[in-house]
Structures are given as structure tokens and as C-alpha cells.
């Protein structure tokens, strides 16, 4: 068993950022990654005297990612269903710095196709496929079974590759 960080600051120095690495794949937009971080170590704080194993922290703090980008994504499509929301940026070199233009094209064509993706579905398939999470990983960070999760990433999965093939 490693040691724990004792302080939210020691979490907070320890885990910010592979907790802004899984915000940013999740929310595909570099504007939010700060205010997910922050809101994600101050639910965390209520909780962090309950983790034994810092195994456990990383994969907790994931799962508290997830739950924060979730929610925000359900916020703003109910705000574009409104007329009120933004569209997402266009900017593939806020997604890949250094990727060819081609690469940068690709990517941003794919986030705007995650961005109508059901909620319960652009976490799942960005951690299984962006992240590179374990099946199990996923299903414990998106709080649902296996076979759900599963569901979930091959519906995204599938919507994507229609959607990308269309253009």
C-alpha cells in the first residue's frame, strides 16, 4: 500500500493533473478544464479521509471527474435545446497541439460528433477509447454495470463512425 496524500492540497498537488488530463478528453474543451478541476477536488475534500489505498484515490477521483463533466454536459444541452448555448470551439489545435492539420480536421469533426452524443455515452466511450481505461475501469468511473457500459461504448462507437464516414 502506498501513502496517501493527508491533505486535499497533497491530492490536489498529486492527481491535478491526470484529474485535468480526463477533463479535458471528457469535455473536449480546454475553457472548462480549470473549473472541472477545482469543482472536482472540492467534492473530493467531503471525501478523501474515507480512501485507504491511493489506488483507490486515482480511480475515485475519475469516477468524481466523470460526475462533474456529466452533469455539465447535461446542463449545456438542455442550454442549446433552449437557443442559449454555445457551440463548441472549432479548434483542433486545442484538442492536439502538434497534430498535421489533417489529423487537427479529423479531431474537431469527432468532438462536434461527441458533442450530441448521449450523455451516458461520451464518457464512457472517451474513457474506454481516449483515455484507454480497462472495460471495468470505465463501468466503476461511469458508476453502472459492465454490460452497461459496454452498451453504452459500442452505441457511441457505432453513432461516431456513422457520423464521421457521413462528414
Known sequence: MTELPRTAEGA?????????????RLAG????VDDIVQEVFLRAVKGLHQLQDER???G????????VV???M?????????????????DGDSIAPGASPEQQALLSQVYRVMDRLP??????????????????DVARQCDCSLATVKRHIKS???FIQREVANG
Open 12 to 24: 490536489y498537488r498529486k492527481y491535478s493533473s491526470y484529474v485535468a488530463a480526463v477533463a479535458y
Open 29 to 32: 474543451r480546454d475553457s472548462e
Open 56 to 58: 483507490a484515490m486515482k
Open 60 to 67: 475515485w477521483l475519475a469516477t468524481v471527474t466523470v460526475r
Open 70 to 72: 456529466k452533469r455539465r
Open 74 to 90: 447535461w446542463k449545456r444541452g438542455i442550454a442549446r435545446k433552449l437557443g442559449f448555448g454555445t457551440p463548441p470551439p472549432d
Open 119 to 136: 450523455t451516458n455515452q461520451r464518457p464512457a466511450w472517451t474513457l474506454r477509447y481516449v483515455q484507454g481505461e480497462k472495460l471495468e
Open 156 to 158: 457511441a462507437h457505432d
